[in-house]
C-alpha cells in the first residue's frame, strides 16, 4: 500500500530533495532556457543509466523470477518504471518501480516538470508558481490522504523541493541578513525538518 512506501525514509533523502531545489534554481538563475531544453538536459543526465539498469534488472526478472524477491516482470510495470511513473510493484503492491530506490527518480522527475514549467515566468513569479504547485498538492495530500497514484502526486515530501528552490532563490538574492536572524531561522528550520519527519514517521507516511 501507499502509506507503507515512505517508511523506508531518512533524513538523507529529505535533504537531497531540499539540495535538488537548490540546484535547480542555481543551475538555471539568469539563463534563459526553454521548458523542454530543461526537460532534455535533464533527461540526458538521469534516463540513460538509469533505463539501461531497469531493463537490465527487468530481463533478469523475466528470464529467472527466483533470483528477485523486490520485483516480478510485469510489462505495464516495466513500462512505468522507465517513464518515471508511480506504479504498484507487483511483488510488494507499493508504488515502487523495477528498481526500487527509483521512486525518489519519480518524485525529481515530477518535480522538474513543474520547475520547467514556470521557466518562461520572472524570477519572482517562478519560486512562487512551484511554492504554489507544490504547496498545494501537499496541503491536499495533508487534508485527505488519497492512497495510490494520486496519494504519491500529493505526498507533504514535495513541500521539500519548493524548500530548496525558495532557498537557491534567497541565496542569488544575496541578501544581507543579520547573524542573530540567520541563526534564529537556521535553528527554526532544523526543528520544524525534525518535526516534519517524526510527523511524516508517526504517520506511515
Known amino acids: 500500500p501507499y502509506t507503507t512506501l515512505f517508511r523506508s525514509s531518512s533524513l538523507g533523502i529529505d535533504l537531497f530533495f531540499v539540495i535538488s531545489g537548490v540546484v535547480m534554481w542555481l543551475s538555471t538563475h539568469e539563463r534563459k532556457l526553454k521548458p523542454h531544453q530543461f ?42 518504471s522507465l517513464a518515471f511513473m508511480p506504479w504498484p510493484n ?16 519519480n518524485y525529481e522527475m515530477f518535480f522538474y516538470l513543474v520547475f520547467a514549467l514556470t521557466l ?8 512562487g508558481g512551484v511554492v504554489i504547485v507544490l504547496g498545494s498538492l501537499a496541503l491536499a495530500g495533508s487534508l485527505q490522504r488519497e492512497t495510490e497514484i494520486i496519494g504519491f ?12 528552490v525558495v532557498l537557491g532563490a534567497l541565496y542569488t538574492s544575496k541578501l544581507v541578513v543579520p547573524k ?7 535553528a527554526g528550520a532544523l526543528i520544524l525538518s525534525v518535526l516534519a519527519f517524526e510527523h511524516m514517521s508517526v504517520s506511515g507516511v
Request: proline share 9%; net charge positive.
Open 180 to 186: 542573530a536572524a540567520a541563526l534564529a531561522s537556521c
Open 39 to 80: 526537460m532534455i538536459n535533464r533527461l540526458v543526465r538521469i534516463a540513460p543509466l538509469y533505463w539501461a539498469l531497469t531493463l537490465l534488472v527487468a530481463g533478469l526478472a523475466f528470464a529467472a523470477p527466483t533470483l528477485f524477491r523486490s520485483t516480478n516482470f510485469e510489462l505495464d510495470h516495466v513500462v512505468a
Open 153 to 164: 502526486y500529493t505526498n507533504p515530501i514535495l513541500i521539500e523541493f519548493a524548500l530548496g
Open 120 to 127: 518562461p515566468l520572472k524570477p519572482m513569479l517562478r519560486i
Open 90 to 105: 507487483p511483488a510488494s503492491s507499493q508504488l515502487t518501480p523495477v528498481i526500487v530506490p527509483g521512486w525518489t527518480l
